[in-house]
């Protein structure tokens, strides 16, 4: 039996060794950028001639990798690929699968520093936001194996006299998992171990920002001897490639993690039954997020004020569970902005590579400009810049962490997700009033209380409608076990990524009832004749 869960440990890269490890990862995966990469579909290697270029944001000249695209006849054999491979996949024992995933995590600990260098290069991710990826790409993997053990034991039934029962967790079949580029090692790693581990089959294909680090998880699944077909890697647009997959009759379920807006289009596509399908699909979404910490006049606020900058702008603010709000009593305003602003202002932007900088480029140019034009709609609105504004995308996707005070409720950049280094501060007249700005949004992901007041605390429990509700701490940071992470409305279907509920989405319970004395009395009779 394996050891009990524990989550992986973060790299202190004040220690010299640690930091000298990350530096020769950094070198050796330089030496191996710019390499072709093709599509794998049954196992077998596939270049198409048409190519998409990941590129690093923090050096826009700089190619991270080549990648062949698929066509849709492409995608379409992925889809038979994987569903050829599911006859055998699906009689794997549990135990097997498992012992898979363990390998695998194993494989990848070896190599967390390569792991985390890919996401330096590929995402600009600085050292910690990139171990941290890796640890818990290792914690799914950890996580998710001991789970599938416990689905795969015997579950308790209510007995009856007369009749021996028991229930199974079977797998649904052919999975489309599209991860996102922010989290391309953990997220992509921990919706394809959860698929192939309750025993369904996968065709992957990776965000075009990030697919570097999950064709490098793929070859490490491939090491740990994961039979071909059953993970299939496939490059290529949502559009061409990504809707064949969601719409084909033998897709039985989509993973998806990324915005409202392409996982409202999946919903809406997979819901339509195509000729020849059995089932009805279904979806895995995880989405967007609007998330508000709210301060309180009773809370820490040089606590309060260090959570909301941390929450804000750690991986440049490109975090579903990011705080991109921050609503803040009428009575301790105008101190918390200054507390803020001041924060903010220490934050040292610039290249990924070197770990004195606490902050990166954004993952694309259209990234770039979509950020930068919030932020002018919210100085057009009324907003008061009071830390940041500015951008470079010379060299690299550069925008200043920004600060946005005097946001009214219900403008702009306070209700649409920014998906970037922008702070909207709102002045709540009173902690009604906070809830209130709080919980009107279609979303419903993250959220956290900065107070000293239990009572306000206990309210928050029970009004401030979000799945993952943090108090007095930051609202990113999830840990893999201990902090399920999934949220309401707009944010997505509640999936709780890295709890015990997770995998159940993935598989379908089929019960066995039994007459006690039947089977023995067939048998009685045969040995008769």
Same mark, same amino acid.
């Given at each position: 039996m394996p050891t009990e869960f524990r989550n992986e440990p973060l790299t202190d890269f004040t220690k010299e060794e640690n930091a000298a490890a990350m530096r020769a990862a950094l070198d050796k995966v330089k030496s191996e950028l710019g390499r072709e990469y093709p599509l794998v579909i049954g196992g077998k290697r596939i270049k198409t001639g048409n190519t998409l270029e990941s590129i690093n944001p923090a050096n826009r000249t700089q190619v991270v990798g080549n990648f062949h695209k698929a066509t849709k006849e492409l995608a379409n054999q992925a889809v038979e690929s994987a569903y050829e491979a599911f006859q055998t996949w699906r009689h794997v024992p549990a135990e097997e699968r498992v012992k898979l995933l363990f390998?695998?995590?194993?494989?990848?600990?070896? !190599?967390?520093?390569?792991?985390? $260098?890919?996401?330096?290069?590929? =995402?600009?991710? &600085?050292?910690?936001?990139?171990?941290? #990826?890796?640890?818990?790409?290792?914690?799914?993997?950890?996580?998710?194996? !001991?789970?599938?053990?416990?689905? $795969?034991?015997?579950?308790?039934? =209510?007995?009856? &006299?007369?009749?021996?029962?028991?229930? #199974?967790?079977?797998?649904?079949?052919?999975?489309?998992?599209?991860?996102?580029?922010?989290f391309p090692c953990a997220i992509m790693a921990g919706m394809t171990a959860a698929a192939i581990v309750t025993g369904n089959t996968v065709v992957l294909k990776p965000s075009s920002d990030a697919p570097a680090i999950a064709y490098k998880f793929f070859e490490l699944l491939e090491e740990a001897g994961l039979p071909a077909g059953v993970v299939n890697f496939m490059t290529g647009s949502g559009a061409e490639v990504g809707d064949v997959v969601v719409d084909h009759p033998r897709t039985r379920f989509i993973a998806f993690t990324g915005s409202k807006e392409v996982g409202l289009r999946i919903n809406e596509r997979a819901a339509k039954t195509q000729p020849g399908q059995l089932w009805i699909k279904r979806v895995v979404a995880e989405m967007g997020g609007k998330d508000a910490i709210i301060v309180a006049d009773d809370a820490d606020l040089d606590e309060a004020a260090t959570g909301v900058v941390q929450s804000a702008f750690g991986?440049?603010?490109?975090?579903?569970?990011?705080?991109?709000?921050?609503?803040?009593?009428?009575?301790?305003y105008d101190s918390m902005i200054e507390k803020i602003a001041e924060r903010t202002t220490k934050i040292k932007l610039g290249d990924p590579m070197d770990n004195g900088n606490t902050m990166s480029a954004v993952v694309n140019e259209n990234a770039f400009k979509t950020i930068n034009g919030y932020i002018e709609k919210g100085k057009a609105e009324g907003g008061r810049v009071v830390a940041g504004g500015g951008s470079d995308g010379e060299r690299g996707f550069f925008i200043e962490p920004t600060v946005i005070a005097d946001v009214k409720a219900g403008s702009t950049i306070e209700q649409e997700e920014i998906f970037g280094p922008v702070l909207a501060v709102i002045k709540a007249n009173d902690y009604d009033d906070a809830l209130r700005i709080a919980n009107d949004t279609q979303f419903g992901l993250t959220g956290a209380v900065y107070s000293s007041d239990e009572a306000k605390l206990d309210r928050a429990r029970n009004e401030f409608h979000v799945g993952n509700l943090y108090l007095n701490r930051k609202c990113t940071g999830a840990l893999v076990g201990v902090h399920p992470f999934g949220g309401f409305n707009m944010s997505g279907t509640d999936s709780k990524a890295g709890g015990r509920d997770y995998l159940l989405l993935f598989m379908q319970a089929k019960v066995s009832s039994e007459k006690v004395g039947a089977t023995r009395k067939r048998a009685e009779a045969g040995t008769a004749i």
């Open positions: 390998r695998v995590a194993a494989l990848m600990r070896e !190599r967390k520093h390569e792991f985390s $260098a890919w996401m330096i290069y590929e =995402v600009a991710k &600085t050292w910690p936001e990139a171990d941290g #990826d890796t640890a818990e790409a290792i914690d799914f993997l950890e996580f998710y194996a !001991r789970e599938m053990l416990r689905y $795969a034991s015997d579950q308790p039934l =209510v007995k009856l &006299t007369g009749e021996q029962n028991q229930m #199974d967790y079977i797998p649904l079949g052919v999975a489309a998992v599209i991860p996102p580029w922010n991986f440049q603010g490109q975090k579903c569970s990011a705080c991109s709000r921050a609503i803040i009593d009428a009575r301790v």
